[in-house]
């Protein structure tokens, strides 16, 4: 009797110790909403425009990296330039906005790796307004690397200009829906 009662304590601790040791479990359902989103890198901090010889034009290009999702179906967004600091024209120097000799400009060509579409031939450059870079179309995705995008940019080179220093600063936004 001793020994069955024994024999029964015993079997009643593992079992107590096996059922704790096996604890408890719960679920979580996680979800999410991935929407559009876009951010860009400026590589270039500072663009240089130089000229090749006597008058002509000033060039020089700016390096852009970009990630991008636009929604599958309806989905779109751009990348867009614009002067929002103009160089010092009081200095009489270039100015974009009211340039010293008409057909001066600051104008720029774009290229973009995939998924973004170029800007289509030459665009010249506002402060007033901004002017495209790169498009893109629903469904568009980078990797994590993201993807790259340049502006060649080209300055006229009016012998009217006075001599010195001058700078612009011109401000890139993407965007993505």
């Known amino acids: 009797m001793k020994r069955d009662l024994l024999l029964t304590v015993l079997c ?5 110790a096996v059922a704790h040791a096996q604890g408890s479990t719960g679920t979580s359902a996680v979800s999410l909403t991935v929407t559009a989103e876009a951010s860009i890198t400026v590589n270039t901090g500072t663009t240089t425009l130089t000229s090749s010889g006597i008058f002509a034009d000033y060039t020089g290009s700016t ?6 999702r636009t929604t ?3 989905g779109s967004g751009n990348i867009v330039l614009k002067v929002t600091t103009d160089f010092n024209c009081a200095a009489g120097g270039p100015c974009v906005a009211t340039p010293p000799t008409a057909g001066d400009k600051l104008a720029y060509t774009c290229t973009a790796d995939a998924p973004g579409t170029a800007c289509s031939g030459s665009q ?11 498009s893109f179309g629903a469904d568009a995705h980078t990797n994590t690397a993201g ?15 006075k001599t010195g220093p001058y700078s612009a600063t011109v401000t890139f936004t993407i965007s993505a829906s």
């Open 63 to 68: 390096s852009l990296t970009y990630l991008i």
């Open 147 to 161: 993807a790259s995008a340049t502006v060649g940019w080209s300055l006229t080179n009016d012998p009217i200009y």
């Open 124 to 134: 010249t450059a506002s402060t007033s307004a901004t002017t495209p870079v790169a």
């Open 72 to 74: 599958q179906t309806t």
């Open 12 to 16: 009643l601790l593992v079992t107590a």
